[in-house]
């Protein structure tokens, strides 16, 4: 049995999103100075040049906006897993992030309301979605 | 429009789609040469040098030497399949300032040989970048990812698989005609070669839904040779030119709550289309980038060639063919979809836009005058770029 592939470090703008999994808390950015919801974490906002992103605890409840059924990878660990659903989910904050959606491929779809759930790994957990 | 500054003179494709034993850089040194020939030069003329780093890392270092030649202009953008657009908008732009008079791009790959399952995954861990630490643990594959595209396009505009089979029924219709194409297929373990119906894309299997196996480019060997010159030089040389009208180039990164069904040729059309002084309607040939169904449907919309969410009934009843009226004619070559796909398709765009153009091509369109040449790089879905040339008859 193969593992999930996980993200690589040293990398020191997602390593604190990770870290939070651990605790089971789904964090995204928010810049102090415009606003502006940042996604992926960045140490910069790219909606102006003062401000700093600051971490913020999502409810983890949104919406699929799009999603495919996996049926081929070459990759021994989502070899064993197929068909799979990898979706973007428009967190209800107001950021989109790509994920697996643990669901029957037959009974997902666009627009339908899903909430995070967790996979336990031993420094990190890897966020997934299901139908709420 | 000023007169342009500068044309295509000089084109050849690698005939092989599984080239045995050559490597990617011979492949790329024997095009130049027979791409130079083609327009009645030599390795002494060139002046500028383009190259995406497809055979080898930093390759602003290297491929001069290899190929011979001393250029006063070097430039290594590298943005995937579309990076040969890239290069021809920046050679026109150093040619256009007197910077270079004499441009040559290359492009060579031995992805069938090496069996690089460039669509479906499994490739080596890359070094750690944010972007991708947020989506490695989740087995995206290329496929998949326009498939986002794909999924998202039919449930806001309502495209049906049907439409998207369409784009691949027409490319291979043009493939048959192409006979370096047909003997390609062969060459890489394609059996029961022959024109295809809708019913054959939708009846293969699914690769990430909703996009089925005829719907995903082929894997090749290959590559590739273009020379642009300016105006000087295409006064001197036999062959007829095909000018570039206008240029544009685009990134896209549709994060937040972008539009997932509008790709970044919105951008970089507008520009080229803009410089060019030419409307979409006026198109005769649209080389577009087909690394999957969707890939076309989304750019032929955001070219301007179909409104946002009508693309599906724009590729529909075979009007992108050929002989048909009512639109431009789709990838005349065969496409990646049906001819030839190494990796890094873009080159082929502007080779096979100018084959039309001069009258030498093997689904050829009567007096065509004005051609599109968009490349798409990257991944769709997630972050990509846009190169779109417009071409004219000399």
């Known amino acids: 049995m193969t593992e999930r592939p996980l993200p690589l470090f040293p990398e020191p703008d997602t390593e604190p999103f990770w870290a939070a999994t651990a605790d089971h808390r789904l964090t995204y950015q928010v810049c102090s100075h415009c606003g502006q919801v940042v996604f992926h974490p960045r140490r910069h906002c790219p909606g102006c040049t003062h401000g700093e992103p600051e971490w913020r605890d999502s409810a983890g409840r949104g919406t699929v906006y799009t999603f495919t059924v996996i049926r081929q990878h070459g990759q021994p660990f989502f070899a064993g897993r197929i068909p799979y659903v990898v979706g973007m989910i428009d967190l209800d904050e107001g950021f989109r992030m790509l994920a697996e959606i643990d669901a029957d491929p037959d009974a997902v779809h666009v627009n339908q309301r899903v909430a995070v759930a967790w996979e336990d790994h031993p420094d990190l957990s890897v966020p997934v979605f299901r139908p709420e | ?394």
């Open chain 2, 1 to 394: 429009m000023a007169a342009p500054a500068a044309a295509i003179a000089g084109i050849h494709e690698f005939p092989k789609r599984s080239v045995g034993g050559l490597s990617a850089l011979q492949i790329k040194a024997e095009c130049a040469a027979r791409a130079l020939e083609d327009a009645g030069l030599g390795w002494g003329d060139v002046d500028a040098i383009y190259d995406a780093s497809e055979a080898g890392r930093i390759s602003g270092f290297t491929i001069a030497e290899y190929l011979g030649i001393t250029p006063r202009v070097v430039d290594t953008t590298s943005v995937g399949g579309s990076s040969y657009e890239f290069h021809a908008a920046h050679a026109a732009a150093a040619i256009a300032q007197g910077k270079a008079n004499v441009a040559l791009l290359t492009y060579g790959s031995t992805a069938h040989s090496q069996r690089r399952a460039i669509g479906t995954g499994g490739r080596a861990a890359p070094d750690p970048q944010p972007a991708g630490n947020m989506e490695r643990p989740y087995g995206l594959t290329l496929v998949g990812n326009y498939a986002l595209v794909a999924r998202r396009h039919m449930a806001e505009h309502g495209t049906t698989p049907e439409q998207l089979a369409e784009i691949a029924v027409t490319t291979r219709r043009h493939a048959m005609r192409n006979p370096q194409a047909v003997e390609g297929l062969a060459d890489i373990g394609i059996r029961d070669i022959r024109e295809i119906t809708v019913d054959d894309v939708l009846g293969s299997r699914l690769i990430a839904d909703p996009l089925h196996l005829l719907e995903c480019c082929i894997v090749s060997d290959g590559g590739g040779a273009v020379v642009i010159v300016s105006s000087a030089v295409a006064a001197g040389i036999p062959g007829r030119p095909a000018w570039i009208l206008g240029t544009g180039e685009a990134l896209g990164y549709p994060a937040g709550g972008a539009d997932l069904t509008t790709t970044a040729a919105v951008r970089s059309g507008r520009e080229a289309f803009g410089q060019a002084g030419v409307r979409p309607e006026e198109i005769d040939i649209a080389m577009i980038y087909d690394s999957f169904t969707i890939t076309v449907l989304a750019i032929l919309e955001d070219l301007g060639f179909a409104k946002k969410g009508e693309g599906g009934p724009f590729a529909a009843g075979g009007r992108l063919a050929f002989d048909q009226p009512g639109g431009p004619a789709l990838n005349t070559d065969g496409g990646g979809l049906s001819s030839n796909h190494p990796g890094m398709r873009g080159i082929f765009l502007l080779i096979e836009a100018t084959r039309q153009l001069r009258g030498e091509a093997t689904a050829q369109v009567p007096g065509a005058r004005l051609a599109v040449a968009h490349g798409n790089g990257g991944q769709l879905g997630t972050r990509h770029a846009a190169g779109t040339i417009i071409l004219g008859r000399g």
